[in-house]
């Protein structure tokens, strides 16, 4: 089968669904590779690039779609690219259902399969392949870079001779891929860097890459973004309304703002008010995310840069990952390259479109002249974090009672081992001759011993000192050296066997307990 990678209609559109290095990957799987005459022009993959890569190159997108049986695209498929579609062909390319109907229904009715990217489950196995967060974390990445682009100073603090640059402070408002990537972005700058989200789980992950996470003085039970997909959920009224109060407060503060704030298949919520603009310094600057959807700024004008009267520039550009094609392209063509393979496992060059497969069916839309979206949930799913309960804290008195239980369990177990343990040695005692028993007595007594030693170290201490603990025990080898000289042969020979494995144990004790304590020496 062939694949084919036209070249984008939408305007301004830059990636390419293909490049030279996933075409030699696609072809180890047995398919043969075809593009477009300059599709990759303005990622900087040249023709001549896919040549090498063995890539067929085809004038026209008329001849391509004829030819191809698979289509790999960026953006949805124009009114006229679906009707170049048949029964034959699969169409893989961002497709947003939930807001394309009329054009998913033209596609099922041309009988095409159509993989949707941004459909693509949001499970373990199904990450490489994801292209939503392929392009939110070069969305993210672009738009820290967009705002030191229009913002006048410097993003870290410098004291020259000149004078002091205090460092910029910046908040991301949202922290999916997107956000993450511009909060990483933004504190290797040297920025000083805010996060807030709505899911309580991101504020490790926030912190442990320098940020700030922004707490609200708001109690209410938030729901856990691995129970939604790994997507915020929307917010109660009064939430949302503490929320803005905490941004009305910041907003003075702020140097740039990052809004990331965006559920699927819904408008972009409102977090940024007027009012919160007007509250800003001049040359601050505010880079909208969500301006697809409505933007999370009220005055955002999706593909626009503005300057308000107080001086505050707004960025609504949509375009973010295209603004760096090479790597978006580099990345987009991986995630399909991931998805080839899956819908190819015996690596023959043909497509097994198995709908039982969580990812494929959660990624297909429409098959077989049927729409199939929306997708039954996957059969694996992200677990929510269970919310564990604080253990109540103790009184004083409630310990002290605690501790008399457990001392007197403990006791009374030790003197019910010791009296059935001396039972069974007057037992034997009965009709054991009393040579015999003066050396069981003392062997019991030596077990026991060794056994309370080794027991009553704590376990976290087991591995360094066990070794000592093994040292201490083995003075068994005296015993060992005693009978070594026995008479007979036989106790003889367990006597030097005995001394061999004790030797052992203690150098070797010994020398592990040496060797580990050097590990926190520093040279």
């Known amino acids: 089968m062939k694949i084919g990678t036209p070249k984008e209609v939408f305007a301004g559109e830059a990636r390419v669904a293909m490049t030279p290095d996933s075409a030699l990957q696609l072809q180890k799987l047995g398919y043969d590779c075809a593009i477009e005459t300059g599709a990759g022009a303005a990622a900087g993959f040249t023709d001549d690039a896919y040549e090498a890569a063995g890539v067929e190159v085809v004038k026209t997108a008329a001849a391509l779609w004829k030819g191809a049986d698979i289509i790999a695209k960026v953006r949805p498929p124009s009114d006229a690219e679906v009707k170049r579609l048949n029964g034959d062909k699969l169409l893989i390319s ?3 259902p939930g807001q394309n109907q009329e054009l998913m229904e033209a596609a099922a009715k041309k009988g095409a399969s159509v993989i949707a990217m ?8 199904a990450q490489k392949m994801d292209a939503l967060s392929s392009m939110a974390n070069i969305a993210g990445y672009r738009a820290v870079i967009e705002a030191g682009n229009n913002f006048g100073r410097f993003f870290t603090g410098q004291i020259t001779a000149a004078g002091k640059v205090p460092p ?5 408002v949202g922290a999916g891929v997107a956000g993450l990537a511009a909060i990483g ?5 040297g920025a000083i860097t805010y996060a807030f989200d709505v899911r309580p789980e991101v504020a490790e992950q926030v912190e ?12 209410e039970e938030q729901q856990d973004g691995a129970a939604t997909g790994g997507y915020a959920a929307v917010s109660s ?9 905490k941004f009305r407060e910041l907003a003075p503060e702020m140097d740039i703002v990052i809004t990331t704030a965006l559920i699927p298949n819904r408008e972009a919520p409102e977090l940024w008010t007027k009012d919160m603009v007007e509250s800003m310094k001049p040359g601050s600057v505010i880079i909208d995310l969500a301006a697809e959807k409505g933007g999370n700024c009220k005055l955002t004008v999706m593909d626009e840069k503005i300057v308000t009267d107080n001086g505050v520039t707004i960025i609504g550009y949509t375009d973010f990952p295209s603004r760096m094609a090479t790597q978006s392209s580099t990345l987009y063509a991986t995630n399909i390259r991931h998805l080839m393979t899956d819908l190819t496992p015996e690596k023959d060059g043909q497509v097994n479109h198995n709908m039982e497969d969580d990812v494929i069916r959660g990624a297909t839309i429409a098959h077989e002249k049927e729409i199939t979206f929306p997708p039954p949930p996957p059969k694996v799913q992200a677990i929510a974090a269970q919310k564990k309960e604080k253990p109540k804290e103790l009184t004083p008195e409630e310990k002290r009672a605690q501790e008399i239980a457990a001392f007197k369990a403990q006791t009374k177990q030790q ?3 010791i009296g059935v343990g001396a039972a069974l040695v007057l037992l034997v005692g009965l009709v054991a001759p009393a040579s015999f028993m003066q050396h069981f007595i003392v062997f019991v007594l030596s077990v026991f011993v060794g056994f309370q030693v080794i027991w009553n170290v704590a376990h976290s201490l087991h591995t360094p000192l066990m070794a000592v603990t093994n040292a201490i025990s083995s003075i068994i080898i005296l015993g060992a050296l005693i009978q070594i000289g026995s ?17 052992v144990n203690i150098f070797g004790g010994f020398l592990v307990t040496r060797r580990m304590l050097a590990m926190f020496q520093k040279s």
Request: proline share 3%.
């Open 208 to 219: 442990s890459m320098g940020a700030e996470f922004v707490y609200l003085d708001f109690e």
């Open 118 to 125: 941004d459909m693509v489950p949001r499970i373990s196995r």
């Open 237 to 245: 009224p009064e939430f949302a309304a503490a929320q803005l109060a």
């Open 185 to 189: 972005t933004s504190t290797s700058l």
């Open 168 to 172: 910029a402070k910046v908040l991301v």
């Open 415 to 417: 003197v019910t081992l």
């Open 487 to 503: 008479s007979s042969l036989l106790i003889t020979v367990l006597a030097a066997a005995g001394v061999l494995m004790a030797s």
């Open 94 to 96: 961002f497709f947003y």
